[in-house]
């Protein structure tokens, strides 16, 4: 039997170019050789967007869309959508049990995004508990790896954390999985800043167009210590660079090599390896806006994916929760 991996992202906006190196690119390598499954997660995008459901019900079409231009292949991966499998919800809630509020107020990436949100004095217990409600989702079918961005390592090791209690205290239904992060774990933001992020405005996202793409190459954060194209410049930081370096293709390495000593040396000018970046990031886009014209044009095919998909998992989710419920001595009438 194939190893299982479950991975997803929550529909709050379109994937950016942070995803494809984070974690679809993973996703895609990893596709034939595991049972994958991807999961829009709407009921954690509830949890700080409960005021904006029409945002994330937009957003679950948009995600979906990314998914599947990126190279998704729904024949290998199933996709599906987190609220519609009951069985999650049911899991957090006997999970809930086994993790302390202290160790949740804990979970570093959790207390960064109530910082960011400003949450500190208004948090909801939705939100808290969302590593709990993602340690379900991971487990409900019965997964071995989980490809993510950086970020997302705190919440897969609270769900091992959960995992060995559970399998301690009702026996061993769970395996304890691991977390797989991309070669580019954190992409920095088109401003420089410490991360690409969409509502940082930071971002290219993956169904940019051409010229949009070019436009934001050409506003690019560089080095700010260069005045003039004869200022040498810095490599090290520099997003120009790091962009390249993830996403030319391998001929283009002799290139960027030359276009680097030429950069430290104040022989190049910014515009110019603008240029050369927006083509390498276009070419790289091309095949991604081929995909997903295809699919933008066929809703129908689409939102039969997400349906056959959810199906699929619904069954599996049934399965673990008959596993779960006679572990915890709850299976009165079977
Ligand atoms: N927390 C993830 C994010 O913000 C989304 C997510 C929800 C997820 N459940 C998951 C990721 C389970 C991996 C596994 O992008």
Redesign the pocket.
Known sequence: MKKRI?????PTGKLHLGHYVGSLKNRIKLQDEYEQFI?L?DV?ALTDNFENPEKVRQNIFNVALDYLSVGIDPKKSTIFI?SQIPGIAELTVFYMNLVTVARLERNPTVKTEIKQKGMEDSLPLGFLAYPVS?AA??TIVKSNL?P??ED?LP?IEQTREIVRKFNFLYGDVFPEPEAVIGDVPRLVGIDGSYKMSKSLGNAILLSDSASEVEKKVMSMYTDPNRIKANTPGSIEGNPLFIYLDAFAPEAEREKIGKYKDLYRLGQVGDIEVKKYLSRILNEFLDPIRNRRLKYENNPKLVEEILKDGTKRVGDIAQKTMGEVKKAMKIDYFT
Do not use: E, H, K, S
């Open positions: 479950l991975t997803g992202d929550r999961m997660a954690q987190q993602q989702d991971i989980v993510v961005g997302q919440m």
